[in-house]
Every structure is written in C-alpha cells, then in structure tokens.
C-alpha cells in the first residue's frame, strides 16, 4: 500500500490498509476491501518459484508451482516499512525506463524480495537537541551491512572524531562502534531464526568475517550464533536466587538442573559449601547446553563455565525484562507475550475485586527476623510493584513511600497502622516464635487495627515469588483467596 486507507478482509481475518502495509496472497484468498479515502494507490508483485537442475556443464531453469508459499500469507510483519515503499516505487519507475535493463530490474526485484524477508532493524527517530548523534545513527541503520568508518560518522554528526566519540558514549552509554555492531548483531538474528548459514549471515549483517562474528556475537547475546540456532533444543540448567527455573516452566521448558549458592544468615560456612558442592555436583551430572546465572552467582563463574556455556543476565527489578532475556534465549519470545498478557488480565480482574473488598483500608507486608522486622516499601521491588501499584492496594502507615524496604528495631517498634497485615516468615520456627513474643509485648503491635480485627496473616514468601510469571499469578491467587474477597 502507497496511498489510501480503509479494511481489508483476506478470507475470514480483517486488517487494517493503510500506507506501509503490505500482504501476501495466494491464489484461491477470498479479498474484500472497504475503502475510508477517495484514492488508493497500491503495487502488485507477482512472484513465481523457480527450481534450478544442472546436468554436466548445462544450467535450466524452470517455473515450479508449489503449494508451499514463499512467504506467511496474509499481512507481512514489516520492520522498515518506509525504506520497502521507496524500493517499491524505485522498482515501478525502473521498469517503465528503457535505459534499465531487465537483468538490473531483476536484481533490484530480489533485492526488494530479501527486505521482505530479511527487513533491516527499524531505524530510530531523530529528536531533540543531539540531532546530529541521531543522524550517525541513522546513517548506521541504513548502511549497517557495509563498512562503517568512524570519520565519516563524525562528519555527519558535525563534530570531531574525539568528540563525537565522548560525547556518544555519554548519551547511549556505549561507544559508537559498540552501537553498531548492536544493530548488526539484532539483524543477525533476524537471519539465524529463518535458518541461514552462519557464514551467510556475517556477510548479510556486515561483519564480513564469520569469526569475528561469532566472536561478536557472543560477546553481545552471551551464546555463540550455533547455540542460538539451537536454542530451542538446549538443556538449560540455571544457578539463581531469582527462581530463574520458574521463568523456564512459565516458558514450557523445565530446568535440567538448579543451584542456589547464595549464603542465608542461618546456615555455618560448612553447611554452605557442602550444599555448594552436592548443586555444583548435581550441574556436572545433569550436563546442560547452557546455564543461566543471576550476578549473585558471579563467585561461581568459573566453575559454572566449565560445566558448560554460562550466560550471567543483568540485575534489575525489572522482572520482565529478564524473562523477556530468558525467553529468547531458548527461543520461546511468544510464550513470554502471552505470559505478559495473560497476567495483565487477571491483575485487571483482580484489581477490580480486590477495590470493591478493600475499599479504603490500607495493607503491609513485613518479613521477621531475629531482631527487627521488616516492611516492604511501596516502591524499588517487583512485590511492591504488584501489590501497590498494579493491583491499587493502598499501604499502611509504616510502609515507605518510594522506598524498596524499611527496618524497624525489635526493641523500640514505632507506632504504625494498618487493616491488613501479612508477614513472611524468612527464618527458621525459633526465631519467629522469639520474634512473635517480643511483637505480642509491643503497644505498637497490640494497638495497630490488623491485630484489633484478627487481619494478620502468615503468606508464602512473596518477595521471593514476585519474579516470575507464576509466582505472580500464585500472590493474586492468594489475595484472591482471602475470606472478604472470596466471599464477593
């Protein structure tokens, strides 16, 4: 589509047309469009399977009408939509040129069949007072594939090559070459999932050398471009605080093997390293493809990677985006989507019951331990983010506001209020039961409205399930469940 706007409907599924669009259709598709504009302009390609035999020296070739079609029919998702509409509109005024000969008509049509296929990354929009970074960086998108020298960036950015270099890497946070090579590497995989050669895709994504891709490549996405094909079919075992393993089941795959190396303030030096070395022992005899490490597990690197390919994923409190990181490392991006919408219609649904249950009355989350107590901010954690902000739940008095955590001394509780309290146990009975004693003696616990109404609950450990798709899913369910909302 050129020009125009308005429906068209391809057998039973209707999409919307409008300039950058583009179908594929095959022969026997049902088409109906509704027209919204009084001009339409739209391009026709017609493309025919050609099969290739060679006998002894001699080349034929000949038209193959094949059921198998060449591309997804129905709407094609395009990436660079403005660039294959210039191409398009290239291709139309070529063929009506007599100075263009059919084999330079030819090529341009493969070329414009590739994008197709192969669409370059979309290039970002230029805005604000650096324009001329972002025009580099445009330039890096359009010419990507060939050699980009670093003069002739900081010829269009207006500046210096120092300059230009300093005052990119304060921007973007990485240097310029650092940046192209980001979108050579997000193109290649582009090329790997449609199952082109490794060799193929060096060339494609402008790295010219297939080893120094490889090399690139890993130093990027963390696996070689081998184990990216392949990433469907790996064994992954995981080394994690952050039930890494429960992202895979969330994804429809199940963890080879689990580590847990982190040292809790319960367990002697001894207990750790001995149940260091049965996890360690247990990762060896599982054999993965790939292990997924969190930064906790840092200490552990070497030994990891000599167990197999260890990929260490950035912290952030941002549970998504590393779930996100996970899904595509094992090749499971749509699973990931649908876990994302799944969960944003039940946190929805929930929040509507969860409203008319609670009304006004405010909730706390606090964990124990042997000689404080602590009470989950509103903000800085996935749990706090669940709980306060998705699901509108109003806070307590003693929950801080912008804030991750707030500890509060045993021995000198301040005064807070709350309708509804629930505590995590974080360690083993004896402390919690020494901890409850001295809470139960507090004025501040006796006077607070959770305790008054019988509203203190004991939870499983949210804090610890609010990284993962299912632990989320398992918190609102356990709100869900709650006598005042479930009796709604």
Known sequence: MIQGKGLLRIDHEVFPLETGEAFYIKPKMKLEAILESADVECYLLLLHRVTFSRHKENWTAFRTDEDAPLLPPGRLQLVAAKSIVEETRQLYDDSRSPSVHESQLQLTFQ???????????????????????DQSIQYMYKHFRDKVKLDTLSHIAGLTQTSYSRSFKKEKGVSPVEYLNRIRIDYSKQLLRQDCSIKEVAGLAGFGNEFYFSRMFKRETGVTPTLYVRRKQLRVAVATCFRYQDNLLALGAEAAAAMNGYKYAEQSESEHQQLLQTQLNALRQARPDLILADFRH??????????????VLEFTMDWRKNHRRIAELIGREKEAQQNFTQLEQKVSYARHLLSDSFGDETISLLRLYPDKIRVQGSSGHPVNELLYKELGLKPGSGVPIKEQVKDFPLANLSPFETDHLFIFKHYPSQYDEE????????????????????????ITNWVALSWTPIGQNQIIDELLLLPSVSAR
């Not at 069949?113 to 805005?127: G, T």
């Not at 809470?439 to 509203?455: K, N, V, Y």
């Open 111 to 133: 070329s414009l069949i590739r994008s197709f296929l192969h669409p370059a990354p979309e290039e970002p929009p230029i805005e604000g007072a650096s324009r001329g970074i």
């Open 435 to 458: 901890v409850f004693s001295q809470l139960q003696e507090s004025p501040s616990w006796c006077g607070m409205q959770a305790f008054r109404s019988g509203r203190i609950r004991i």
């Open 298 to 311: 840092m200490p552990f690197y070497e030994q990891l990677k000599q167990i197999a390919p260890t990929v």
